[in-house]
């Protein structure tokens, strides 16, 4: 009889401990991280840890993040109990600018917790900054010149940046650039010339070619609206 009571007991527990396990997810080192200062065109990375704290084992059902900017990559979707893996979270900064936050979400079968948000925050800065962006010859008249002055500024902290070459596709606009060597925190000015000739609207570009491997480039808008005399 006690031999009965005991197996039905343990039955009973086992039973309960089935009925009782659950999945329980935990990122490590946590759901949020900043990715610091990052140029235009530079990629981030970190890798977090999606592990299972729970006694049965987590199944993830789908990593999602908020835009095209961001990439996932999960290494494996099955993790058991006390197990944990590795989640690649990657973001684009080539079309964003300043401080940006994002989220990656990360659905499960906890059903305490069945979607876990990761956020990101990052500070994209680009290699130039210019004051203005564009060049605007406005109210112009056939036959007269003008000129515009444009500044050019390094934000950088640590690194100095040279400008090889100044290039303009714009007929009758010179451009001259009183500094090509920009130390951290330096400004220099570029001057632009145009002489109208002909009435119309006009639009053209002037690139800036520099030493910097992850911006060598820049194209800057000039437009002009030109009236008879």
């Known amino acids: 009889m006690n031999k009965k009571i005991s197996l039905i007991i343990g039955l ?3 039973l309960t ?14 759901t949020a991280f900043d990715l610091g200062d990052l140029y235009k065109g530079q990629k981030g990375e970190r890798i977090v840890m ?15 993040a908020q835009c095209g900017c961001t990439a996932t990559l999960l290494k494996e979707r099955a993790v058991g109990p006390s197990d944990s893996t590795e989640l690649s ?9 300043g401080k940006v936050t994002k989220q990656v979400y990360v659905s499960s079968n906890d059903t305490t917790e069945p979607k876990v948000t990761i956020q990101f925050t990052a500070n994209v ?3 130039l900054t210019f004051s203005p962006r564009s060049i605007l010859f406005d109210r112009a008249i056939v036959d007269s010149t003008y000129s515009k002055t444009m500044t050019i500024s390094n934000p950088s902290k640590e690194k100095g940046i040279k400008i090889l070459s100044v290039e303009t596709k714009f007929d009758n606009l010179k451009v001259t650039l009183l500094k090509n060597t920009l130390m951290p925190g330096e400004v220099t ?13 006009l639009q053209g570009t002037i690139q800036l070619t520099t030493d910097h491997p992850l ?15």
């Open 12 to 14: 009973l527990f086992l």
């Open 17 to 30: 401990s089935i009925s009782f396990a659950q999945p329980r997810i935990k990122i490590i080192p946590s």
């Open 50 to 64: 999606v592990k299972n704290v729970g006694t049965d084992t987590l199944w993830i059902n789908q990593v999602k």
């Open 89 to 97: 979270i990657s973001f684009d900064t080539q079309n964003q600018g």
């Open 125 to 127: 800065i680009e290699v």
């Open 189 to 201: 000015q570029l001057q632009a010339v145009y002489h109208a000739t002909k009435p119309g609207s």
């Open 215 to 229: 911006q060598k480039t820049f194209d800057l808008n000039v437009v002009a609206w030109i009236n008879r005399k």
